[in-house]
């Protein structure tokens, strides 16, 4: 198995550009979760699906939009990105198995 | 324990000895609890987990304890080897209510010295 994959690995924006974060999971999860990681600090959730068609804000949504049409993919939108964006995304999905976590996007607003 | 500001603290402990890694959590109603370990440039690991109605338990070399009276966690490392260096983070969870929202702590840095 996978797990969760995500891409890219790295990306470098301009401010102003779109882009969207890839996440896909092959564990049949129904929970799936996108997290931002900045220097110093934990992870903090920015939106979350309970299952296909269903989306939710977590504690920091600003400035990015989801979308669940699918089990297996859960993709992060970026509409105009803004250097305060810049940081690490993470991916995960939870089953009965726990909760699993993806690599990783390093994404840089410039 | 948790970190302030943009500085995570930071736990040295020489290979071969125990650590321990604190987290304090904030939400009472919080049933689960998980730690996780985080290497450079990687996601989140998962280590051991419990649930409110323990206090301890115990996984290979690691222990979690927990202490809902003040809501305090704690991760314990036997025998520390060079390959525990890692950001550890505790995370918080109420799935009795059907959340699977975790919420994470700031994290510490262990640095183990070979």
């Known amino acids: 198995n996978a797990g969760v994959t995500q891409t890219p690995k790295f990306q470098v924006l301009k401010t102003g550009q779109s882009m969207t974060l890839q996440c896909a999971q092959d564990?049949?999860?129904?929970?799936m979760s996108w997290y931002r990681q900045d220097p110093g600090m934990g992870l903090r959730l920015i939106h979350y699906s309970v299952g296909a068609g269903i989306t939710d804000q977590g504690e920091v949504p600003n400035g990015y939009n989801v979308s669940r049409s699918t089990t297996e993919d859960f993709p992060l939108r970026l509409l105009s990105a803004a250097p305060s964006q810049t940081s690490v995304y993470f991916c995960?999905?939870?089953?009965?198995?726990?909760?699993?976590f993806g690599s990783g996007t390093r994404l840089t607003v410039v | 324990g948790e970190s302030v500001g943009l500085h995570l603290p930071t736990l040295s402990v020489q290979e071969g000895d125990n650590s321990i890694i604190n987290c304090a959590y904030s939400?009472?109603?919080?049933?689960?609890f998980i730690w996780y370990k985080q290497e450079s440039g990687k996601g989140p690991q998962f280590i051991i987990d419990i649930r409110s109605n323990m206090d301890k338990r115990q996984g290979q070399r690691v222990t979690v304890l927990l202490n809902k009276t003040v809501k305090h966690l704690s991760l314990q490392i036997a025998a520390t080897q060079p390959g525990d260096s890692a950001v550890y983070f505790c995370a918080e969870t109420e799935q009795g209510a059907g959340s699977y929202q975790l919420t994470f702590g700031k994290g510490t840095k262990l640095s183990v010295i070979p």
């Open positions: 995960a999905s939870s089953g009965a198995s726990g909760y699993t």
């Open positions: 564990m049949n999860h129904e929970y």
């Open positions: 939400n009472s109603a919080s049933d689960y």
